[in-house]
């Protein structure tokens, strides 16, 4: 019996009526007013100067959690609305208000942290021995290290105030600029109107032209607003700048390793291992563009199918390829995973107003998640549901955990995806059906250990470079453009021809606000994900428990802490990334194997 999954969310069963829901309304009024309950506690609130003040600090961690998990499900619902409908401008002006609650909310926030920070060092130990407070030691440290990295309470507030108008309307300025972009492109003799994401998903369409077609005018819709674009990403870089050096911060990636509990030291053994191992993936570019008659690849080529076995997988086949492959994994994963196709928590439908890309985001106090992409029927898209899925089953494994021990970073975030989109792709090139299927399938493995040493190492050099210069002043749309470009080239070891030089306007990951250099963790969570998977491999499906245990511990330690205590692993060492880099070599010479004459 062939299931019928729904293509289409259903977010109504938060919020019912949408951006017009008089429900969501009182719920953004209920989040203000708790953000107020806790600014009183906190402002009630003396340092703790023995163990049995204990109790007052959980009754203030209570309130956090509530805060938090009110406006974590507010921004959820905002974050579903306007990427289903990117001309929703109700929704777009409820994030407004959300953004102001937040920033009411950050002084409050930093205030608790400055109190944990004056804690007297002998009773704040004391006060973590206590068995209400001995849970959130974790968060508790990491609070009161903070606080000595911070400005003084009033000029943290002035920040948080000034980030509405300013740092968080900026990012808020790109989905402005991007929400009624088309592009137009030939197809089968016919011009379509199309938006970014629905030109992006040509990528890998089987007509050259067509591929060429769609990367051109993305670059021409993209250069007509070029000023417009640059401008957005200056000041939004120029904020964060000012308050790095008002914190006395030189090193710009000091806050992103901050929020992802990691070394320097680890990204760049990381980095250092992939720059050392890039020949064998340079020559896998190579190989395909002379498959497609060039000497180098060409940017809109990358996802050009190689064999006729890259026939469209329609959503129900796609949805039924990943459970029979959860399934192999873990009972748990696959029960997860059926649930979210069954009850609706997917938008998948490729139609028109969406926003590009993909994103899960979860959805607290139901704690449920929602998984937002355009699905088009491609073995990529099929990954990328994986990939979504995993985010969404880390938040499932997490539900036992108490709230304040779940805010996991990005990272490790992207461990629990591609970890699951690991466990599709390599299952389904042991079960290929012929030799033109296993070329396909493994060509996509190889496309994404691409995408995660290549395409994001040159998002992090791009980024590093440009937060140097935009130190000195204002970066011109055109020296934006040459930046990525050389970026792209040294990414990429000589690997390319074409480049894509708007790139850093078309990729809403440049103007997150909520986590700068959104690139690197994506790399660090393939490579560690990959440890991760060939243990599962080794020990079957009794590993999902283990598994699930490792998820749980993700937001109460370091990444290195948790690579020694689930992995026995020094990840701060090349040669642990090198062990994960082999296993993608492997890919490709077996692809190459294949698919030479």
């Known amino acids: 019996m062939t299931t019928n999954y729904p293509e289409v969310w259903d977010v109504e069963v938060f919020f019912e009526g949408g951006s017009t829901s008089p429900q969501f309304v009182a719920h953004l009024e209920h989040s203000a007013n708790l953000v107020q309950e806790l600014q009183q506690l906190v402002n009630a609130l003396a340092i703790p100067q023995t163990a049995s003040d204990a109790i007052h600090i959980v009754q203030v961690l209570d309130k956090v959690k509530e805060v938090r998990q009110h406006l974590a499900q507010a921004g959820a619902f905002l974050s579903c609305l306007t990427a289903q409908n990117i001309k929703d401008k109700e929704a777009l002006l409820h994030l407004g208000k959300l953004s102001a609650i ?9 205030k608790l942290r400055q109190i944990v920070g004056q804690i007297e060092g002998t009773v704040f130990e004391q006060l973590l021995a206590t068995a209400e407070l001995a849970p959130f030691a974790f968060i508790l440290t990491e609070w009161r290290e903070a606080s000595k990295e911070s400005l003084s309470e009033e000029e943290e507030a002035i920040i948080s105030a ?16 991007i929400s009624d972009m088309r592009v137009e492109v030939e197809i089968d003799g016919e011009v379509k109107s199309l938006s970014v994401g629905q030109a992006n998903n040509l990528s890998s369409h089987k007509d050259p032209k067509v591929r060429k077609a769609a990367f051109e005018a993305i670059e021409k819709a993209f250069t007509a607003r070029e000023d417009f674009f640059a401008k957005t990403l200056n000041h939004l870089a120029g904020f964060r700048l000012s308050v790095y050096k008002k914190r006395g911060w030189d090193n710009v990636l000091k806050e992103p390793l901050t929020i992802n509990r990691m070394k320097e030291e680890t990204l760049d053994a990381m980095w250092g291992a992939i720059t050392e191992r890039k020949a064998t993936f340079t020559r896998y570019l190579t190989h395909k563009a002379q498959m497609l008659g060039d000497d180098k690849l060409k940017w809109y080529d990358f996802d050009a199918p190689v064999t006729e076995a890259t026939a469209k997988m329609d959503y129900q086949q796609g949805a039924a390829f990943i459970l029979k492959h959860f399934g192999r994994f873990g009972a748990e994963l696959e029960a997860f995973s059926r649930t979210a196709f069954e009850d609706g928590w997917i938008e998948a439908e490729d139609r028109d107003n969406k926003k590009p890309g993909g994103f899960c985001t979860g959805f607290p106090l139901s704690q449920q998640s929602r998984i937002f992409m355009t699905y088009s029927g491609s073995m990529s898209n099929v990954s990328t549901l994986a990939h979504e899925l995993g985010h969404a089953f880390h938040s499932y494994a997490l539900r036992p955990v108490h709230p304040l021990n779940t805010s996991y970073a990005m990272n490790v975030a992207e461990t629990a995806s591609t970890f699951a989109e690991m466990i599709v792709a390599d299952a389904a090139v042991a079960e290929a059906q012929s030799k033109e299927e296993k070329i396909a399938l493994l060509e996509d493995k190889v496309q994404r250990s691409v ?13 590093t470079r440009f937060y140097e210069e935009r130190k000195n002043g204002l970066v011109s749309a055109q020296r934006l453009n040459m930046l990525m470009e050389e970026a792209q080239r040294e990414a ?19 103007y997150i606000t909520g986590v700068p250099f959104y690139n690197f ?18 020990e079957g499906t009794g590993f999902e428990e283990k598994y699930i245990a490792l998820l749980r511990d993700t937001a109460v330690m370091t990444v290195e802490d948790l690579a020694m205590k689930h992995l026995g692993e020094d990840i701060t060492k090349r040669e642990f990334w090198l062990k994960g880099i082999a296993l993608c070599e492997q890919d490709v010479e077996e692809f190459i194997a294949l698919t030479t004459a």
């Open 162 to 177: 000034l980030a509405v108008d300013g740092y968080k309307s900026w990012g808020e300025m790109y989905d402005v600029l």
């Open 102 to 110: 937040y920033a009411e909310s950050a002084p409050t926030f930093e």
């Open 492 to 510: 990429y070891a000589g690997g390319l021809g074409e480049t894509h030089p708007h790139f850093w306007a078309t990729k809403l990951h440049f």
């Open 451 to 463: 995408a995660f040493f290549m395409n994001i190492h040159a998002r992090f050099l791009f980024e």
């Open 521 to 538: 963790p994506y790399t660090f969570g393939y490579l560690f994900s990959l440890s991760i998977y060939a243990k599962a491999k080794e």
